[in-house]
């Protein structure tokens, strides 16, 4: 059987007294698309967050590729890249674009800024937006915005080949989208997984039903600090399960509490 890439074992997390994960088991294999659902504030970036690294649990375990993770946040010294991408994007206003994407390499690599605009143009030209280099985040639409926040991610450094993201985290990618903008950047998300030969790894979290069927191998529903449900699209799609059967319908009745 396939090791998996990423295992997260009885982990918890505590935000006051609210408990948001409850003692949460989850594997994530090589070259899957696995996305996390389930109903607002139930943790599902939170699971992102300790999986990137940037949030240590309250208790259990992260193994990455089978060694067990010893640092977070600024001590991280994963074995792989894995990297982020976020809801608003994140990118710092007071630089440029290329200035974005290229940010780790210009603060932490070694290479000439003139090799490092090259690699920055070439991943603006894998997410469709060659040439605008010199442009500020405030010149962009909200899905271009998004895009160049791909590119940042998926940014490697050629002389360093553990600090490329192996494992790429997105955290509602085509939220506040159009249709169509969202069909685009869900179309980049699988091209991108298919220029890497059809095997990255990335993890999903969206409540946007589009997303999820066209962006999902296997998906995992979480609610009440627990992973309740594990399926594929097809599965979701004919499942008895009342509380996923009521996330699909958006029924106010049934056993998800409503909120507002
Ligand atoms: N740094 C923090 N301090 C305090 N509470 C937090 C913090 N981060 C998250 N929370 C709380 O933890 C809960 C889970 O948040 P999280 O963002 O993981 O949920 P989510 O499932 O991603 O929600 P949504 O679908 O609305 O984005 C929420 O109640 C949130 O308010």
């Known amino acids: 059987m396939t090791e998996p890439l990423i295992q997260l074992k009885g982990i918890s997390k505590a935000f006051g007294n609210n408990v948001i994960l409850d003692r949460v088991d989850l594997s994530i294999y090589p070259c899957e ?4 659902i389930g109903p607002s504030g139930t943790g599902k970036s939170t699971i992102l967050r300790i999986i990137a690294g940037l949030l240590a649990p309250d208790e259990g375990e992260v193994y990455i590729q089978g ?15 894995i990297g982020m991408v976020f809801q608003n994007a994140a990118l710092f206003d007071s630089l440029t674009v290329d200035e974005n994407v290229g940010f780790l390499l210009y603060q932490h690599s070694k290479l000439p800024r003139r090799r490092i605009r090259q690699l920055v143009s070439e991943k603006l030209e894998m997410v469709g937006l060659p040439g605008i280099g ?11 915005r998004k895009r160049v926040s791909f590119a940042r991610a998926i940014m490697a450094n050629p002389e360093d080949p553990k600090a490329s993201p192996e494992v790429l985290l997105y955290d509602e990618p085509t939220a506040g989208l159009d249709p169509i903008a969202s069909t685009v950047i869900e179309d980049l998300i699988r ?24 962006t999902s191998d296997r998906i995992i529903f979480l609610y ?31 056993p998800i509490q409503a909120f507002g």
């Open 33 to 36: 698309a696995l996305s996390i």
């Open 67 to 81: 060694e067990r993770r010893k640092g977070w946040v600024d001590d991280l010294a994963d074995p792989i890249g």
């Open 134 to 144: 010199n442009l500020y985040p405030a010149e962009l639409s909200g899905g271009m």
């Open 191 to 214: 091209d991108l997984q298919a220029a890497q030969g059809g095997c990255s790894t990335y993890v999903m979290v969206t409540h946007q039903q589009s997303t999820i069927r066209r």
């Open 224 to 254: 009440g600090g627990k992973i309740q449900w594990e399926g594929s699209v097809a599965d979701s799609e004919s499942t008895d399960h009342q509380a996923v059967q009521q996330f699909f319908s958006g029924n106010i009745d049934g």
